[in-house]
């Protein structure tokens, strides 16, 4: 209000030369020329005679002002609503693009906004680019073992696929610790060249930086037996993901046993495996330095895992316990298992403890009284006991603490992170079970549950039906954040598939775009949408790494 009486004040009295402080007339308008008689005679103003019969047709300098102030006025008031739009569009808009970078890397999550149809970007046989272990920036970077004289770290363009830079790895011979003669176990044949899975991570305090373990044991997997294949040569590097130079060698640093995995604490890279028994982790500071080392008891009778949670935490998981440790390698809780236990990773600070296949066998066949029906939520902070089986869900986390179980075949129950619950939901059809026809993805505040077929929408704080849809005839989704991305059959030939792409607000088709030609489907890899070509063994052949167009 304060601009618009700032505007009409400068135009009042100051427009064709008129002084804004030259005396009025009796009647209040501004003093000049006095308004001439129109073309019927009619008197000056303030005359009665014939003036309400015959109105002055010529404007006064008052109706000039007045009407210029409204023009400026409106004017003014346009801008003013044009640029509030603009400012609050801004702000959403602004919004929008850190919810959905806020979005955890735990839904399948395409980088790239997919408001049209994507076409192909690219296209490599499939074992060119599965064993690229991680996404830093807008390279795919891993390790392959088919360099001319021996190992090499590559990195490729995830818009392209071109290779962006290679570097050689030089390796050493590695011994178990002449003290530890029972930690030696059979070393295994490398396999054939190839692209080695698992074996590079991005260093979370260090921008463009790549941390990656190079052993010829990393990938594989005896058979039949539970001995883990010792690695005969190793090197640890941490290189520059923008041309690949070596910023740190930490080979020397590798502990006894030589690990063949690597993750990521707060701070740096940490490597653990395990060898006799024992589940052995040795973390790095962000400056090469070791940072500290644990140990766990690791029995084989069960699952083994190091996995990382939100502020630094790592998860050490052994059949008997969870330890969770601080990035300074300190113990801040220990959690005993049942035995047959499967843990797994519920989000970004949490774990989930469910019974394992032999408790649910021994429950169906009368020889055990235990129920399984009950899951454990393990956090920093505490334990949770909650009823029912565990749904497994992509959550982007727009939801804290939210829990999803089935309490029977036909229910959805939805519990807060203290156990409390929230609201149950009839699957009516959507799904009769959770496997691997079935799948659930949180996002934006909605459970999506997807089945061949049947997508359903809740609101996922209500458990509120939002809408639901049947243009989908794969059970698993993907999205870009704002829309949810799914393969159906084409309708029109009865023959191959293709992508359509749903408006998460109300279900409705966005667009849709058939799949590369012999695709089978698709898939979210590192962030890129990737259709695939399978063999008739069923195993992978040929990847499409599609994106928006142009």
Do not use: K
Request: negative net charge.
């Amino acid at each position: 209000m304060q601009d618009v009486d700032l505007v009409e004040g400068d135009d009042d009295g100051t427009d064709e030369g008129t002084d804004r402080h030259a005396p009025c007339s009796g009647g209040g308008d501004a003093a000049g020329p006095p308004p001439g008689t129109g073309p019927t005679g009619a008197g000056p103003v303030g005359s009665t005679s014939g003036a309400r019969n015959a109105p002055s047709t010529a404007p006064s300098t008052h109706d000039r002002h007045r009407r210029r102030r409204l023009v400026v006025l409106t004017a003014t008031t346009l801008v003013l609503v044009v640029a509030g739009a603009a400012a609050v569009q801004a702000r959403d808009d602004a919004r929008e693009r850190a919810r959905v970078a806020s979005i955890s890397a735990d839904v399948a999550l395409v980088a790239e906004p997919l408001t049209d149809p994507p076409t192909t970007r690219w296209t490599a046989p499939a074992t060119s680019v599965l064993g690229w272990s991680v996404r830093v920036d807008d390279a795919l970077v891993g390790v392959s073992a088919d360099g001319a004289e021996g190992p090499e770290v590559l990195a490729v363009d995830t818009a392209t696929g071109a290779e962006l830079w290679r570097t050689a790895v030089p390796t050493r011979a590695v011994a178990d610790d002449p003290d530890r003669p029972e930690a030696r176990s059979p070393v295994v044949e490398p396999p054939a060249a190839r692209p080695l899975a698992d074996t590079c991570v991005a260093q979370p305090a260090v921008e463009h930086a790549v941390a990656c373990l190079v052993t010829d044991a990393g990938g594989l997997v005896p058979d039949g037996g539970s001995t883990t294949p010792r690695p005969t040569v190793a090197a640890m590097v941490v290189l520059d993901t923008r041309d690949g130079r070596l910023l740190q060698d930490l080979t020397d640093d590798l502990p006894h046993p030589t690990p063949t995995r690597i993750t990521t604490t707060g701070d740096g890279p940490a490597v653990w495996d395990v060898a006799d028994d024992v589940l052995r982790v040795r973390a790095f500071t962000r400056d090469g330095d070791v940072a500290w080392d644990h140990e766990a008891p690791a029995p084989p009778d069960g699952h083994r895992d190091v996995t990382p949670l939100a502020d630094g935490v790592l998860a050490v998981i052994t059949p008997r316990t969870v330890q969770l440790l601080d990035t300074a390698g300190r113990v801040l809780r220990v959690v005993d298992l049942p035995p047959d236990s499967s843990v797994e990773r519920l989000d970004a600070a949490r774990l989930v403890v469910a019974p394992g296949a032999e408790t649910y066998q021994r429950s169906s066949d009368g020889s055990s009284t235990t129920t399984p029906d009950e899951l454990l939520v393990v956090g920093v902070h505490g334990e949770v006991r909650v009823e029912g089986r565990y749904v497994p869900s992509e959550d982007d986390g727009s939801v804290p603490g939210l829990l999803l179980t089935q309490v029977d075949r036909r229910t959805l129950q939805a519990w807060d992170g203290d156990g409390t619950p929230l609201w149950t939901w009839a699957l009516d059809g959507a799904a009769s079970s959770f496997d691997q026809d079935a799948s659930t993805t949180v996002l934006d505040g909605r459970v999506l549950l997807a089945s061949p077929g049947r997508l359903v929408a809740l609101d996922a704080r209500s458990g509120a039906e939002l809408w639901r849809s049947a243009e989908l005839t794969s059970a698993q989704i993907m999205t870009d954040g704002h829309l949810v991305v799914g393969v159906a059959q084409r309708r029109e030939h009865g023959e191959g598939g293709e992508l359509v792409a749903l408006r998460r607000d109300d279900g409705t088709v966005a667009w849709r775009a058939p799949l590369p030609a012999g695709a089978d489907g698709a898939v979210v890899a590192f962030g890129l949408l990737v259709a695939y070509e399978s063999r008739e063994d069923g195993a992978l052949a040929v990847l499409h790494v599609l994106g928006p167009p142009g």
